[in-house]
Structure formats: C-alpha cells, structure tokens
T-cell receptor, first 111, second 114 residues
C-alpha cells in the first residue's frame, strides 16, 4: 500500500535553532514529492516540488531534499513566523493530481 | 492573479441533509481536485476533474459526488450527511494535463454536521 510517513509529529524549537523534518514514502512509482505549509484554519500553501533523487530546492530559510526513500525539509535559523504544520505529499500518477499526504509535522518556534 | 476561491467558508448542516460546495480555480487552470481534511485521517483525496471529466476518484462512498463546468469551476455534493462528514473540504487547482505539476489550494470550506 502506498504510504507517506512524516516525523516527528510535533517539534518545538527556539528561534534560531535549525532542524530537519522527515518525510519517508513507500510508493510504487513516484512522480513527484511536494511540501506544503498549512496555518490553522487555512488551506495548504505550496512550498516545493521535487521530482528525482538528489534534487534540492531552497526558499528563504527552507531547503528541501529528496532521496529514493525520503525527503527532508531543513529549516535554518527559524523565526516564530515559521510556526505551522508542514505537509508532505506524493503524486503517483502522471498527468493527474491525486496526492497522497502524510499526517504532517506541527512546528512551533518559540521567540 | 487571484487564487483558488472556495465558497462558502463555513457551513452548518443537519444529519440527513445534503450540501453543495463550490470551487473556482486559478484562471487558466483546468484541473480541479477535492480533498477532505480531518484531525484523525488528515488530508484524503476525494476526486479530480479535468475538462469536465472525472479523472480519478478516492475511496469515498457514493454520497460524495462532484462535477466541473465548462469554465473549470467545480462543485462537490454530499448527500445524506453523517456526523463523520464534518471536516475541512479543500479544493486544489493545477494548470497542466501532462506531467506532475503543482497543486494550489483554496482556503477550504469548514462543514459541521450536527
């Protein structure tokens, strides 16, 4: 069965304390891996798409990497406004948008 | 460029009733997907429409249905509502048919069934 697992479920950091979130997947035929940020009561906000092992993408304090079995979202020197739930999702079908999501990591950055 | 618009933002319905939710995708986007988000199950895929045709369907009962219009706007309908249907319903739009591409989400419709 296709599965996406995120760890940890929740993470508390001090402002400026760098860390990484993990997304591991067991799927048959990965077509793309997506990272989203979701604030309470809002829809997910797109961050990155990764397509192949070894690929990396960066945006401000965030950097996403992909291997054959997992992806990491590295957060460097986070600020309180980075507090949110970070969701990982995989796409299995070419030409379709049927995403399989992980349960998310709830990140809290304390000032 | 306007984002994905979902209406209404909040709904309260009684068990047994039916409900229709609306989604207007980003201009130029022809693919619309629907997801259900609950604290216990997380985000789960409902169905996807492209050019008025359903391309994929998730593992939900037949009470959940949808459609897409010629202007790419989409609606989803839930009939005979159950308490367990209380959730945040999210719509996502994307621009391309071929190849995996990004899906952009709306703010969602919060449905409460009492």
């Amino acid at each position: 069965e296709d599965q996406v697992t995120q760890s940890p479920e929740a993470l508390r950091l001090q402002e400026g304390e760098s860390s990484s979130l993990n997304c591991s997947y067991t799927v048959s035929g990965l077509r793309g891996l997506f990272w989203y940020r979701q604030d309470p009561g809002k829809g997910p906000e797109f961050l990155f798409t990764l397509y192949s092992a070894g690929e990396e993408k960066e945006k401000e304090r965030l950097k996403a990497t992909l291997t054959k079995k997992e992806s990491f979202l590295h957060i460097t020197a986070p600020k309180p406004e980075d507090s949110a739930t970070y969701l990982c999702a995989v796409s299995l079908s070419l030409g379709a948008q049927k995403l399989v999501f992980g349960q998310g990591t709830r990140l809290t950055i304390n000032p | 460029k306007a984002g994905v618009t979902q209406t209404p933002r909040y709904l309260i319905k009684t068990r047994g009733q039916q409900v229709t939710l609306s989604c207007s995708p980003i201009s130029g986007h022809r693919s619309v997907s629907w997801y259900q988000q609950t604290p216990g199950q997380g985000l789960q895929f409902l169905f996807e429409y492209f050019s008025e045709t359903q391309r994929n369907k998730g593992n939900f009962p037949g009470r959940f249905s949808g459609r897409q219009f010629s202007n790419s706007r989409s609606e989803m309908n839930v009939s005979t509502l159950e308490l367990g249907d209380s959730a945040l319903y999210l719509c996502a739009s994307s621009s391309r048919w071929a190849g995996t591409t990004e899906a952009f989400f709306g703010q969602g419709t919060r449905l409460t069934v009492v």
